[in-house]
């Protein structure tokens, strides 16, 4: 590799970058003009004073940007064209898009970037938006089949009677009386069991271990209702995942949806770059060999017992995928194929796991007749070896990159091992996707740009020169909330940073009186600072509740959180987008570092590889964009409505000494800025809390 790309994954902390330098690479493009649109004179009546809105939503106030959104929407639906929009926090984006959508937008799907985004929408805004408008379109609900319960699966858990713990044993009660009261088998509508539940996988399929047209149940399937309906609705609510899942694999589900819809909108678009390169990438992992394994065992004793011992049959294939596993140290590692040595015992492993899948086709190939579900197990184990295969077993050396458009990378877990084959590039792959039959693109989310500049998002998914447009937060960011960047601290790099952040932060949370989101880059650092949060609040007599995260799951957090009034909650990625905490709950926020990509991801590596060999600076194109449109996302946590105060404190040094500083603190809402400690103390000290306390989201 060369010294300007490792210097590149480093940070660039010493890269010879000016003011004139990020300027020429990321100025802002000019903005579009507002398009003319025929729906605009219809948007200003249902978004003003007087609209339908306002009586079926009772916070309901006109905002000029939503308006302007709503149009801009419209007319990209009208044109059959697309939009990249940037609404920011509180301008109101799912009623804009909605609105148009449901009046104009013909067959839409819209796909959101969580499970529970989708679940909102459809259970609350769709239809509060609906009623308003008294639209009459049909809605539908399309999650991926692992959200749905399984007849088929269910029967045979309860059969085999393999469970070992009392809380599978209570959890798989509940789910056979759930099962016969259910309309849709949607696993989010029986919250007595959690959702982290290992019976959830012996009582649901996979794409691999489907009967489908074979199955008994065939005709009362969830997933096949679903999908049924998904087909006669007028709008259909997916999720990132399920879209390129399906899109990628042609599965089913969206590919059968996708020729029919006149409307795609994706609701937190920035995730799609990270979304779709994982589903049009290649993934083979040491789970789905246990997996099958699990279902040949079940299987064969159930339809083939006699002439094969199948229990060693599985087993030798079981060792051979747990082996392939330990070639690598317990916990988590992520390595490109050259940065594993020749001499490793992966590669002799992995040819020993390939034998071992052989003999098991073999065994498979001359049971099969005895049973359909054993045919079925004999296909998954074959594809099962062709994707092993694929993946080169012999390094290439000094070179990541196939064709300077993939790169093969290893993640090993606790329990198993990943073979990658990640594309560089999604962006002529999304274009495809988009070719072809025209149809209305919208892309929409709070972070989508760098200071106003949609370059980065926009090339990514390979749609350069489309229009996009960006429509201010209606908050007065500069009454609300103070952007507080302390001094003294040192270089992030620096042994014992975490601790010295944790010590600049502990003024700031007592004077706050707790009310605190500590968003940490690393688990480690949210581990270290949870020991000194706990230590020091003991010290200090501090009633501060702390929560963490790991130590329960994310909406109990949330919700404990909220409920508690003075917390503090000390968490990593997950909780830097998608929660919405309003009122005085809370009223910090606090940043350990800017949120750079790890220097030693070997996707990213390979991608500032190429961009390197093009004469493009890697970090200035790539790295450093992230981390703004990450580090926007995790101060869009602080205020989240007109009423809410607080301060933004961003302990990462580099926002002031490097040249990129200035880039990302014009990107971030436009708070009063200081340095000064003291300032914040009285900031708290002199405010009100803001009144009221409300978790639902902005409509």
């Known amino acids: 590799?060369?010294?300007?790309?490792?210097?590149?994954?480093?940070?660039?902390?010493?890269?010879?970058?000016?003011?004139?330098?990020?300027?020429?690479?990321?100025?802002?493009?000019?903005?579009?003009?507002?398009?003319?649109?025929?729906?605009?004179?219809?948007?200003?009546?249902?978004?003003?004073?007087?609209?339908?809105?306002?009586?079926?939503?009772?916070?309901?106030?006109?905002?000029?940007?939503?308006?302007?959104?709503?149009?801009?929407?419209?007319?990209?639906?009208?044109?059959?064209?697309?939009?990249?929009?940037?609404?920011?926090?509180?301008?109101?984006?799912?009623?804009?898009?909605?609105?148009?959508?449901?009046?104009?937008?013909?067959?839409?799907?819209?796909?959101?970037?969580?499970?529970?985004?989708?679940?909102?929408?459809?259970?609350?805004?769709?239809?509060?938006?609906?009623?308003?408008?008294?639209?009459?379109?049909?809605?539908?609900?399309?999650?991926?089949?692992?959200?749905?319960?399984?007849?088929?699966?269910?029967?045979?858990?309860?059969?085999?009677?393999?469970l070992t713990s009392r809380d599978d044993v209570g959890h798989l009660r509940e789910i056979s009386r759930f099962i016969k009261m259910s309309q849709s088998g949607d696993k989010a509508e029986l919250t007595k069991v959690p959702e982290t539940a290992s019976v959830w996988n012996l009582v649901t399929s996979t794409r691999e271990n489907c009967v489908g047209q074979e199955c008994q149940y065939y005709q009362d399937c969830?997933?096949?209702?679903?999908?049924?309906?998904?087909?006669?609705?007028?709008?259909?609510?997916?999720?990132?995942?399920?879209?390129?899942?399906?899109?990628?694999?042609?599965?089913?589900?969206?590919?059968?949806?996708?020729?029919?819809?006149?409307?795609?909108?994706?609701?937190?678009?920035?995730?799609?770059?990270?979304?779709?390169?994982?589903?049009?990438?290649?993934?083979?992992?040491?789970?789905?060999?246990?997996?099958?394994?699990?279902?040949?065992?079940?299987?064969?004793?159930?339809?083939?017992?006699?002439?094969?011992?199948?229990?060693?049959?599985?087993?030798?294939?079981?060792?051979?995928?747990?082996?392939?596993?330990?070639?690598?140290?317990?916990?988590?590692?992520?390595?490109?194929?050259?940065?594993?040595?020749?001499?490793?015992?992966?590669?002799?492993?992995?040819?020993?796991?390939?034998?071992?899948?052989?003999?098991?086709?073999?065994?498979?190939?001359?049971?099969?007749?005895?049973?359909?579900?054993?045919?079925?197990?004999?296909?998954?184990?074959?594809?099962?070896?062709?994707?092993?295969?694929?993946?080169?077993?012999?390094?290439?050396?000094?070179?990541?990159?196939?064709?300077?458009?993939?790169?093969?990378?290893?993640?090993?877990?606790?329990?198993?091992?990943?073979?990658?084959?990640?594309?560089?590039?999604?962006?002529?792959?999304f274009a495809g996707q988009r070719a072809g039959t025209p149809r209305s693109w919208i892309f929409t989310s709070a972070t989508l740009a760098v200071k106003n500049d949609f370059k980065h998002f926009s090339a990514q998914l390979g749609m350069t020169g489309e229009p996009a447009q960006s429509w201010p937060s209606p908050f007065n960011y500069q009454e609300q909330g103070i952007l507080y960047v302390p001094t003294g601290l040192p270089e992030p790099n620096t042994f014992g940073y975490t601790d010295a952040v944790v010590d600049m932060a502990l003024p700031v949370i007592e004077a706050a009186g707790g009310r605190c989101f500590f968003l940490c880059t690393t688990i480690r650092a949210v581990n270290r600072v949870a020991e000194r949060l706990r230590e020091e609040f003991a010290a200090r007599g501090l009633d501060f509740p702390l929560f963490v995260q790991g130590e329960r799951g994310r909406t109990e957090l949330l919700d404990s959180f909220r409920n508690a009034g003075n917390a503090v909650l000390v968490g990593s990625q997950s909780f830097w987008e998608g929660v919405d905490v309003r009122g005085e709950a809370l009223s910090l926020v606090i940043i350990d570092k800017l949120p750079f990509a790890p220097p030693d991801d070997p996707v990213l590596a390979a991608r500032i590889e190429v961009m390197e060999k093009k004469g493009m600076n890697g970090f200035v194109h790539h790295t450093l964009p992230e981390a703004i449109i990450n580090l926007k996302q995790g101060a869009g946590r602080l205020i989240r409505d007109v009423e809410d105060r607080g301060v933004l404190m961003l302990c990462d040094p580099r926002v002031i000494s490097k040249p990129y500083g200035r880039r990302i603190w014009q990107s971030l809402p436009p708070f009063r800025r200081t340095r000064v400690q003291a300032e914040v103390i009285e900031f708290f000290a002199t405010s009100n809390p803001p009144r009221g306390k409300d978790s639902g989201s902005e409509p």
């Open 222 to 429: 969830f997933v096949m209702k679903a999908r049924r309906e998904a087909q006669q609705a007028d709008v259909v609510v997916v999720n990132h995942h399920l879209f390129f899942a399906d899109v990628a694999l042609k599965e089913g589900g969206m590919a059968e949806l996708l020729p029919s819809a006149n409307t795609i909108i994706f609701d937190e678009a920035h995730q799609l770059p990270e979304v779709a390169t994982l589903f049009f990438g290649t993934t083979v992992s040491t789970g789905q060999v246990l997996e099958l394994c699990r279902d040949v065992l079940a299987e064969g004793l159930a339809h083939a017992r006699g002439g094969v011992d199948w229990a060693k049959v599985v087993t030798v294939v079981e060792k051979a995928a747990r082996d392939l596993r330990l070639t690598f140290p317990e916990g988590s590692t992520r390595l490109s194929l050259p940065q594993i040595p020749p001499s490793s015992e992966f590669f002799p492993a992995l040819d020993k796991l390939k034998e071992e899948l052989e003999g098991l086709i073999d065994v498979l190939e001359a049971q099969a007749e005895r049973a359909e579900t054993i045919e079925q197990c004999r296909v998954r184990a074959v594809e099962l070896l062709e994707q092993y295969k694929a993946w080169k077993s012999e390094p290439k050396k000094g070179k990541e990159v196939e064709g300077d458009d993939a790169v093969l990378w290893v993640e090993a877990f606790s329990s198993s091992l990943q073979l990658h084959k990640t594309p560089l590039s999604i962006a002529p792959i």
């Open 1 to 162: 590799m060369s010294p300007r790309f490792l210097s590149s994954l480093i940070l660039t902390d010493h890269l010879p970058l000016s003011e004139s330098d990020l300027d020429a690479d990321l100025d802002a493009a000019p903005a579009p003009s507002e398009p003319a649109g025929k729906y605009d004179a219809e948007v200003d009546r249902i978004f003003g004073a007087g609209g339908p809105l306002a009586p079926a939503v009772g916070t309901f106030k006109p905002r000029q940007s939503q308006t302007e959104m709503a149009k801009a929407i419209a007319h990209a639906i009208s044109e059959q064209g697309t939009l990249i929009a940037e609404a920011g926090t509180g301008t109101g984006k799912t009623f804009a898009y909605l609105v148009p959508a449901l009046l104009w937008g013909g067959k839409t799907i819209i796909s959101t970037g969580t499970k529970n985004l989708q679940d909102q929408l459809f259970s609350r805004d769709i239809p509060t938006v609906r009623a308003a408008l008294r639209a009459p379109v049909s809605v539908a609900l399309l999650k991926g089949r692992s959200n749905y319960l399984c007849h088929y699966h269910l029967e045979r858990t309860l059969s085999n009677g393999r």
